[in-house]
């Protein structure tokens, strides 16, 4: 297959078994993520640069595979020194926490609690293989909180539950597990969720703020996105006021009263800053996966 242009559109075409295993062996030892229905791949080769890679595949949107994620993961957390906690034994796969402890502040983040925003638990996997996690930091993951909405590709659990809105009456088996053990977690001092919004074109975030208010914190976060998207523009965001573009300064209290979303959930148990990026998920999946992998840096003071 030839090399596509920089900026030129792949024809993505279906392979058969053989083919696909073939693929697959061929580009586990590159350390890249296959999708099964389509010879599509991930490089990291340039996540996480001020640049686009001109060997990066555009026509990406389809390349997350659920079985190769896990595997890809479990590989990349284990050689960075992270010890899996298993929460909860789901039809579709095990829902895993990650933890590498230190004697540093205490970093948390999740991913994937949508089961249709790819770019999250992705970038955590790069951020892995680029040794982002260095010492002297307290590291909590959970790259893929809805096991079952990312093995069909859908925003929901298996139930059709939103498994972000249901961190107050803890419905679902998912959140039931991850809240429970949340409990049992010393308070994080930064809390960093990873999310996508099909409505929009820009990079924007939340901000959850329990101390003194340092606006520079937020404008380095976009800063370093703005290689790959601009700040969302409006006066409203997702049905939010917002500071400034791309930055919605919300408060420690939820949109509907029972319909409580992670972030919440952490603020309560009184976790001082959280933050939850959103890129857009109709862009190219490998530009999500960079602006993601930026973000986290900032944000960590990276």
Not at 1 to 12: D, E, K, N, S
Not at 15 to 22: C, E, L, N, P
Not at 42 to 62: I, S, Y
Request: hydrophobic fraction near 45%; glycine fraction near 8%; charged fraction near 25%.
């Amino acid at each position: 297959m030839p090399t596509p242009r920089f900026g030129q559109p792949l024809a993505v075409t279906p392979v058969d078994g053989r083919a696909s295993r073939v693929l697959n062996r061929a580009d586990e030892a590159l350390g890249t993520v296959f999708s099964r229905r389509f010879h599509t791949r991930l490089q990291p080769c340039c996540v996480g640069r001020n640049r686009e890679c001109p060997f990066m595949f555009t026509a990406m949107n389809d390349g997350f595979d659920w079985p190769e994620f896990q595997l890809a993961f479990r590989k990349a957390a284990e050689a960075e020194g992270f010890s899996a906690i298993i929460l909860a034994e789901l039809d579709a796969g095990p829902l895993v926490a990650w933890e590498r402890p230190d004697q540093g502040r205490r970093i948390y983040l999740s991913a994937g609690i949508h089961g249709d925003e790819p770019a999250g638990p992705l970038a955590l996997l790069e951020l892995l293989r680029e040794g982002f996690f260095s010492a002297g930091i307290h590291w909590i993951l959970c790259p893929a909180l809805n096991p079952s909405g990312l093995a069909a590709g859908l925003r929901a659990n298996r139930e059709g539950l939103d498994l972000n809105r249901d961190y107050w009456l803890r419905e679902t088996p998912e959140v039931a597990a991850h809240a429970a053990w949340l409990d049992k977690m010393a308070i994080p001092d930064l809390f960093i969720s990873l999310h996508e919004d099909w409505e929009t074109s820009g990079f924007y975030l939340y901000e959850i703020n329990l101390q003194e208010d340092q606006s520079q914190r937020a404008k380095l976060i976009l800063g370093a996105v703005s290689a790959w998207f601009a700040p969302e523009s409006g006066p409203e965001i997702d049905g939010h006021d917002v500071r400034a573009d791309g930055w919605i300064y919300h408060a420690a209290e939820p949109d509907l009263p029972e319909g409580w979303p992670e972030a919440i959930y952490l603020a309560k148990m009184g976790c001082p800053l959280s933050f939850t990026f959103e890129t857009p998920s109709r862009a190219a999946l490998h530009r999500r996966v960079a602006a993601h992998a930026a973000a986290v840096k900032a944000a960590c003071g990276r």
